[in-house]
C-alpha cells in the first residue's frame, strides 16, 4: 500500500528512525575506530615496543585525537559523555597502559628536560580522557603526574614562547596541561587535589607575562585553569573585559553551531568559567555590566541539563549582589526573572528546579515589591499550610516582639511565643512548637545570634523546612555568620528603621499568604491546638507547657484528666491566672508560701515563685531533663530532694 502523504514527504515515525540510525552509525564508526587504534597499541606492546616507538605511539596519538574528535560531533552533549565515557573504561580496563603512559611522563621528573613529541601525545590523552572520564581524574589527581606537569610549567616558564604566530613545544605543552587541570575539575571534582600540587602561583605567574597577557587564545585557557583553584585574595586577577567579552561571544556562538563548541569550547564550559569568578563580590558586579545575563539566559533555555544548572548557578552566585538584585528584576531584555520562575515550575530537572527557586528566594525582597512578579512569586512559594506562627527571639527584644505577636493574633493568626523564655531543659517544648509550627519568625539581633538555644531553634526550624520570616529588630546590629548564612536571600522586614504601622500591615499581608488563620480561641497568648486521636491529648500554651498542669496560688499541682476540647478554653484561662498570680510573688510572700508547704527555707530562699513554677512544668513536660537538674543541685547544693 503506498502512503497517502505527497510524495518527497516521510512520515515522523521514519523521520525520526533515520535520525536515530544516523546517530548510530555515528557512534559505532567512532568506536570501531577507537578500538582499532586500542587494538594496535596492545599488538605493539606485546612485541614488547615502548611507547614512545613508532608502532605504540603512533596509534596511541589517533586514539587521543579520536576521543577529542567525539566533541565536534554533532550528538547532544548526554550522549557525547556517555560515549566518551564508555570508550575511556575500554582504554582504563587495558592492562597497565594507562599506568605506564603516568610512568612514561614520569621518566623525566628529575631533570624536567623540554617534553618530546611522544611524552605530547600522552598529554594529549589525559586532556582529552579527563573530559569524559572521572576514573581517569582520579587516578591522575592520587599519582605523581600532577606535581611533575607544575613543575614542567614551571621550569619551561622563561622559555615559552611564540615563533611566527605559532607556540612552540614548551607553548603546546603549556596548553595541554592547562586544559588537563581544567578538565579534571570541570568533570570531576579534584580541585582540592589540583590546587595541593600548586599550580595556582604558576597559573598567575604565566597570566602576568607579557605574551599571554597580548594572546586571548592562550590566555583565556590558563584563566580557566586558574580560576577553577583561585581563592578570594586572587579575585582580582580574575580576568580583563576581553576575557569576559570572548566568553560571552563563545557561549552565543556554541549554542548556536551544531557541535556545540566555539573554539574548542562548550557553551556551558565558559558559563561555568564566569561562574567561578562571580564567586568574589569584587567581580559580581563588573561581570553583569559587560553583558553576561544574556548569554547565561540562552544557555538556560537549552534542553541539555548541564547546560540549564549552570547556567542557574551562574546566576545565583551574581544575585548575591543588590545592584544586581535590582538588574535582575529590571532587565526586561533578557528576562532573567521569568526565565527563572519557567524552569523553577517546569525544568525537567529536579535539581535545576531547586537551583532556579534558590536564586528566586535571593530575589526575595525585590520580587515582593514589583508588581509585575509579586503573583508569580505568590504562585510559587505562597501555598498556604496549617499551623501556629511561631515566633523565635532573645528577650532583650521581648517588648517589641510582644507588640508584634499582639498585633498578629488580633489578625487571627495562633501565636506561639515562650514569653517567659525558660531556657533550660526545655527542648522538647521547643521542638514540639517548631513541629506545629506553619511559620517561624526569626528576631533577628546581636543577642539571637550569639545564643546557642536561639540558634538550635533556628536550626531546628531549617531542618524541618518551616517557612522563615526574618524580621530585624535590633538598632544597629547587621546579620553575620550562621545567621547571615541561613536567612541569605530572604525578605527581612525591618521593625527597627521602619514604622512599626507600616512593617506589620507587609507582615500580616505576607503570612496570609502563607499560612491558614486560626479557627480556634487565642487568649493571652494561650493557644488552643487542634489535637488529633493519634497526638496527645493535651493542649500546649503559648510557653509550650501543659494547660492544664500548672501551680495554684498555694504551688500545688493540680492534675487531672486531659480536657475535653469545650473544657480546653476555659480551663487555659483559669490555668494562666493561677499561673500568673503566684508567679507575681514577692519574696516575702514567696517565704510565707515557703513555710506552709514546709520546704527548708536555707535551701530555697535565693529562688523565686517564678523558678518553682519552672520547676513544676519541667517536671510535668520533661521528668528526664527535671531529676537530671535535680541531681545536679543535689551535688552542688547538697539537696536531699525537691519536692515539686
Given amino acids: 500500500m503506498f502512503s497517502t502523504k505527497p510524495s518527497g514527504r516521510k512520515s515522523p515515525s521514519k523521520k525520526k528512525t533515520s535520525k536515530e540510525d544516523k546517530k548510530m552509525t555515528l557512534q559505532n564508526r567512532i568506536t570501531v575506530k577507537i578500538n582499532g587504534c586500542l587494538s594496535d597499541v596492545r599488538e605493539g606492546r606485546s612485541k614488547g615496543k615502548s611507547l614512545d616507538s613508532p608502532e605504540v605511539c603512533e596509534p596511541l596519538r589517533e586514539l587521543a585525537n579520536e576521543i577529542g574528535f567525539i566533541m565536534s560531533q554533532e550528538l547532544k552533549l548526554s550522549e ?74 614551571e621550569a619551561t616558564h622563561d622559555s615559552y614562547m611564540y615563533v611566527n604566530g605559532k607556540s612552540t613545544i614548551h607553548g603546546s605543552i603549556l596548553e ?23 599550580y595556582l602561583p604558576v597559573y598567575l605567574k604565566y597570566l602576568e607575562s607579557d605574551i599571554v597577557k597580548h594572546d586571548l587564545l592562550v590566555r583565556v585557557p590558563i584563566l580557566a585553569a586558574a580560576s577553577d583553584i583561585m581563592n578570594e585574595h586572587d579575585a582580582s586577577m580574575a580576568g580583563s573585559r576581553d576575557d569576559v567579552e570572548y566568553m560571552i561571544c563563545g557561549i552565543g556562538e556554541a549554542i548556536r553551531c551544531v557541535s556545540g563548541q566555539y573554539d574548542g569550547w562548550f557553551a556551558f564550559e565558559l558559563a561555568k ?54 538588574t535582575f528584576v529590571s532587565d526586561t531584555q533578557t528576562d532573567v526573572v521569568t526565565t527563572l520562575f519557567d524552569l523553577a515550575r517546569s525544568s525537567r530537572y529536579p535539581d535545576v528546579r531547586e537551583s532556579a527557586k534558590g536564586v528566586l528566594w535571593t530575589l526575595s525582597e ?44 488580633e489578625a487571627g493568626f495562633s501565636v506561639w511565643m515562650d514569653i517567659e523564655q525558660m531556657r533550660e531543659n526545655v527542648y522538647d517544648r521547643m521542638a514540639e512548637a517548631i513541629q506545629e509550627a506553619s511559620v517561624v519568625l526569626i528576631s533577628m539581633s546581636y543577642s539571637y545570634q550569639r545564643s546557642e538555644y536561639c540558634r538550635r531553634e533556628a536550626a531546628y526550624a531549617s531542618s524541618l523546612k518551616r517557612a522563615r520570616i526574618p524580621l530585624l529588630v535590633d538598632p544597629g546590629y547587621t546579620a553575620e555568620g550562621w545567621l547571615a548564612l541561613m536567612t541569605a536571600g530572604d525578605y527581612h522586614y525591618d521593625f527597627v528603621r521602619k514604622p512599626f504601622e507600616t512593617k506589620i500591615v507587609e507582615l500580616i499581608k505576607e503570612l496570609e499568604r502563607r499560612c491558614v488563620k486560626s479557627q480556634g480561641d487565642t487568649t493571652d497568648g494561650i493557644i488552643k491546638q487542634e489535637v488529633s486521636p493519634q497526638q496527645s491529648s493535651q493542649a500546649v500554651s503559648s510557653h509550650g507547657v501543659p494547660s492544664y498542669n500548672v501551680p495554684s496560688a498555694h504551688g500545688q499541682i493540680h492534675s487531672s484528666p486531659p480536657p475535653t476540647h469545650t473544657e480546653e478554653s476555659a ?25 506552709k508547704q514546709n520546704l527548708p527555707r536555707d535551701i530555697f530562699e535565693s529562688y523565686r515563685a517564678k523558678d518553682i513554677v519552672f520547676f513544676a512544668q ?23 530532694t525537691i519536692d515539686t
Fill in 366 to 409: 525585590q520580587l515582593h515589591s514589583s508588581t509585575k512578579y509579586a503573583d508569580l512569586v505568590q504562585e510559587l512559594f505562597g501555598k498556604k499550610t496549617k499551623g501556629h506562627v511561631m515566633i523565635s527571639y532573645s528577650r532583650e527584644q521581648r517588648p517589641l516582639l510582644l507588640r508584634i505577636k499582639q498585633a498578629i493574633t
Fill in 176 to 198: 595541554l596541561i592547562a586544559a588537563t587541570t581544567h578538565n579534571m575539575c570541570t568533570f570531576c571534582d579534584v580541585t582540592s587535589d589540583v590546587r595541593a600540587a600548586g
Fill in 618 to 640: 519541667m517536671k510535668e513536660e520533661s521528668p528526664d531533663n527535671y531529676y537530671k537538674h535535680v541531681m545536679h543541685f543535689h551535688f552542688s547544693r547538697r539537696i536531699i
Fill in 273 to 326: 568559567i564566569i561562574g567561578n569568578l562571580a564567586i568574589f563580590d569584587s567581580n559580581k558586579k563588573l561581570l553583569v555590566e559587560y553583558g553576561v545575563l544574556e548569554p547565561l539566559i540562552k544557555l538556560a533555555k537549552q534542553s541539555e541539563e548541564i547546560e540549564q544548572i549552570t547556567a542557574t548557578k551562574v546566576l545565583a552566585h551574581l544575585a548575591f549582589d543588590d545592584d544586581n538584585k535590582k
Fill in 80 to 153: 557525547k559523555f556517555e560515549l566518551g565515557d564508555k570508550l575511556c573504561t575500554d582504554v582504563l580496563k587495558e592492562e597497565t597502559l594507562v599506568d605506564d603512559m603516568i610512568d612514561f611522563c614520569l621518566q623525566n621528573i628529575n631533570k624536567l628536560s623540554p617534553i618530546s613529541s611522544e611524552e605530547e601525545v600522552t598529554w594529549t590523552f589525559f586532556m582529552n580522557g579527563t573530559i569524559f572520564s572521572s576514573d581517569l581524574s582520579r587516578k591522575l589527581s592520587k599519582s605523581k603526574l600532577l606535581e611533575y606537569g607544575k613543575d614542567i610549567l
Fill in 571 to 595: 480551663q487555659s484561662k483559669k490555668h494562666s491566672k493561677r499561673w500568673k498570680k503566684f508567679s507575681k510573688l514577692n519574696q516575702e510572700e514567696f517565704m510565707v508560701w515557703l513555710e
